[in-house]
């Protein structure tokens, strides 16, 4: 019964804090007073305040600065990522160039630690599993063309990692089987959109949105912080005229510095708040 209670006082001193901070009692940036103060303050035991503040900050509401304090995380000026246009770029295309969106290629702490062995946008075999063969419609195990790059926003140096999967047998002949199976591409890899609209076109997208939390090499290739920030994925499969995948291209963006929105004909004048059109 006393556990039952104790489990009780925090999640409520949860909810008063959270309330606190969205409300704005404290301020993005602004230090929450000390343990000892807010466990006099509700009249509890600081094990009990480190479990509230603790919760906030898995939340992403918090971020604790050992030897300085707790502090409220700034809330920053998220930048827009549209989708809707058609024909859509082939973002993993050699030929497209991020600049002209005001992006930059940037080489990431997992490009170094695997030696750079497979470059920014240059194609590489592999064969599809879970998720990614569920995407395009293919039994796992099946070849796919895989192409990514990070990119860097120029002026807010936020980064974002895109990827891409296009079934192999659309743009090259599949050879061997097992570990000796080899693909022989015939078409460049800028040119798999025009490629694939010659041959199973009029091609269309569809774009869909998710978030969920990151892991692995991702907080530190993205610059996120270490807990509390989800990441956004935009996913965009390219279809053939009677609605069969063909390729899908993500993007994974630090959910706490992008967002997503779906737009149709001119969005005009923008202020600069639209980072990237997919």
């Known amino acids: ?22 409300q704005g009692h404290y301020q993005p940036g602004q230090a929450l007073p000390g343990e000892a103060f807010m466990a006099d303050e509700y009249a509890t035991s600081r094990p009990t305040i480190r479990k509230a503040i603790a919760q906030l900050v898995s939340e992403g509401l918090l ?26 770029e082939d973002l993993l295309s050699p030929a497209y160039d991020p600049a002209a969106q005001g992006w930059e290629h940037v080489t990431v702490p997992s490009d170094i630690e695997r030696g750079n062995k497979l470059p920014h946008n240059q194609p590489a075999p592999m064969t599809a599993e879970g998720e ?9 195990g099946r070849v796919v063309v895989y192409r990514y790059a ?22 090259g002949t599949v050879k061997g089987e097992g570990a000796d199976r080899d693909i022989d591409l015939h078409v460049e890899s800028d040119n798999y959109y025009a490629h ?14 998710y978030t969920r939390m990151p892991y692995g090499d991702t907080y530190a290739d993205l610059s996120m912080e270490p807990v509390g920030t989800p990441l956004l994925i935009i996913r965009r499969v390219t279809l053939s005229y009677d609605g069969r995948p063909l390729e899908f291209t993500e993007i994974e963006a630090p959910g706490d510095r992008f967002e997503a929105s779906a737009i149709t004909g001119d969005i005009g004048q923008t202020g600069g708040h639209v980072a990237l059109r997919v």
Do not use: C
């Not at 063969?133 to 796992?140: S, Y």
């Not at 990692?161 to 296009?166: C, N, R, T």
């Open 150 to 171: 990070y990119w860097q926003h120029a002026k807010t140096r936020h980064r974002i990692h895109l990827d891409s999967y296009v079934i192999a047998d659309h743009i």
């Open 132 to 140: 990614d063969a569920e995407v395009l419609g293919i039994r796992r």
């Open 63 to 88: 971020t604790v600065a050992h030897g300085r304090g707790t502090f409220v995380r700034a809330r920053p000026d998220r930048r827009l990522i549209t989708f809707g246009s058609s024909p859509a």
């Open 196 to 209: 694939l609209e010659a041959n199973h076109g009029p091609l269309r997208w569809a774009t869909s949105v």
């Open 1 to 22: 019964m006393i556990e039952e209670k104790g489990t009780a006082r925090w999640r409520e001193i949860t909810g008063f804090l959270r309330t606190d901070i969205l």
